[in-house]
Structure formats: structure tokens, C-alpha cells
């Protein structure tokens, strides 16, 4: 299954999101790569990074220099694609070879817009036959409950066509940061943390099948 994590606003959260589940499928034993379509490349350097610490389990994380549709096609298992605005071309490529979308959407009236119009440029992008599953969710939410704003951008993506809202929200939280300076998923840094709970929620609903694999309970092992 080829799966496209996209925004169009900057700061969505969408390489992390990226990282994070290649990392947890790989704990599961399954096949799974990333490919980063996205100019400012920061899913390759947090690949880079966790290569070069020698943690475990590797994750093969690839830039697709030329034509991303020859290159997707070649690839058996899970595929994770990490794509952005600033290569539009890239991005209505990847849309064209996906099954699933995924939006990481940040808690504001202004990244709903933006989700808006994404999903504009989806419809637009598609071929006739293409119907590939589209999921919204709330990225870097706000973690007291008595701000209102995550709710309430919940609440507008639910407005929006052709787009399916996930209840499992990600939360603006520290150890997301640490994930990528440290070239480490959530779940391998802080096992039993916030972050590490809210994120295999979103990795169980998203690949149900790899939840009943054994993954990695703790931090990434180095050799």
C-alpha cells in the first residue's frame, strides 16, 4: 500500500508523522519504505541521522530524484511518501499512485483553510479511476483541556468534502522535537510517555494488521 503524508502548510507535522510510522512498521517486521518528494528533504535527514548513530532497526528512507511515479511503482509492501507544496509537480505524482492520504492538520482556522485547499488539489490531481482513501487528523493539539481550538478545527475539518476525520489526535509535545534530533521514534525514546501513547493509536488505526505484530517496546538499540 502506497501511503501519502501531505499538507500544504509548512508545520504540519508531516515528516514526523512520516518518520514515525516507518519506524513502528519496521518493529513490526513489515516492509516498509519512505520516500521523501519534499525539497527541504527533512525526512532524509532524520533517515541520515539514525544511520549514522547505527540504530535499529534501519528504515530505508530514499529521494526521488527523478520521476516519482516510475519510482514508486517498483516496490513491494508498505510505502511511505512524505511529500509538500514546494514541489507541486511531485506532489500530484504521488496522489496519482496512492491508496491513502493521510493530513496532519494543525489546530487553527488558517491550516484548515490550507487542508482545504489541499484537498481541492487532490480532486484535481486525480485520475478518473483513482479513489484512494483520504484521512484528516489533528496534529500538534493542544494539550490543556480547557483551550478550545483543536475542537473547534476538529470540528471544521468534519465540514469538508471528501475527507474522512480520525478522532486520534497527535499533541504539541517535546518528545516529537526529540524524535527527530535524535533520529529515534516517539515510542523508542519514551516508552510509556503521552507522545508514545497517542502515536501508536494513530499507527494501530492506520495499519491494523501490523498492530498484532511484536513491536520494539523501548528505545532503538545502537550497534
Known amino acids: 500500500m502506497i501511503t501519502v503524508v501531505g499538507n500544504l502548510k509548512g508545520g504540519s507535522g508531516k515528516s514526523t508523522v512520516a518518520f514515525n510510522l516507518a519506524v513502528w512498521l519496521a518493529h513490526a517486521r513489515v ?16 533517515g541520515e541521522v539514525r544511520r549514522e548513530e547505527n540504530i535499529r532497526p534501519e528504515v530505508a528512507i530514499y529521494r526521488a530524484e527523478n520521476d516519482p511515479g516510475t519510482v514508486l511503482k517498483g516496490h513491494q509492501g508498505e510505502v511511505l511518501v512524505d511529500v509538500g507544496a514546494s514541489n507541486l509537480w511531485a506532489m500530484r505524482q ?68 471528501g475527507a474522512t476525520v480520525l478522532k486520534t489526535r497527535l499533541g504539541q509535545r517535546t518528545m516529537f522535537r526529540r524524535s527527530f534530533s535524535e533520529g529515534l521514534a516517539v515510542f523508542e525514546l519514551e516508552r510509556q510517555g503521552k507522545a508514545a501513547f497517542e502515536f501508536i493509536r494513530l499507527a494501530k488505526r492506520l495499519y491494523p494488521e501490523a498492530a498484532t505484530a511484536r513491536t520494539a517496546p523501548g528505545r532503538g538499540h545502537q550497534e
Not at 484537498?119 to 494539550?143: G, H, K, Q, V, Y
Request: hydrophobic share 45%; glycine share 2%.
Open 31 to 46: 516492509e516498509v519504505v519512505a520516500f521523501d518528494l519534499d525539497p527541504q528533504a527533512t525526512l532524509s535527514d532524520v
Open 94 to 161: 504521488a496522489i496519482n499512485m496512492a491508496d491513502r492520504i493521510v493530513i496532519p492538520v494543525g489546530p487553527s482556522q488558517a491550516d484548515v483553510w490550507s487542508t482545504q485547499r489541499f484537498l481541492s488539489i487532490i480532486a484535481e490531481a486525480l485520475n478518473p479511476d483513482a479513489r484512494p482513501e483520504i484521512l484528516t487528523f489533528i496534529n500538534r493539539a493542544d494539550t490543556h483541556y480547557s483551550v478550545r481550538e483543536s475542537d473547534e478545527a476538529e470540528e471544521a475539518l468534519g465540514s469538508l468534502p
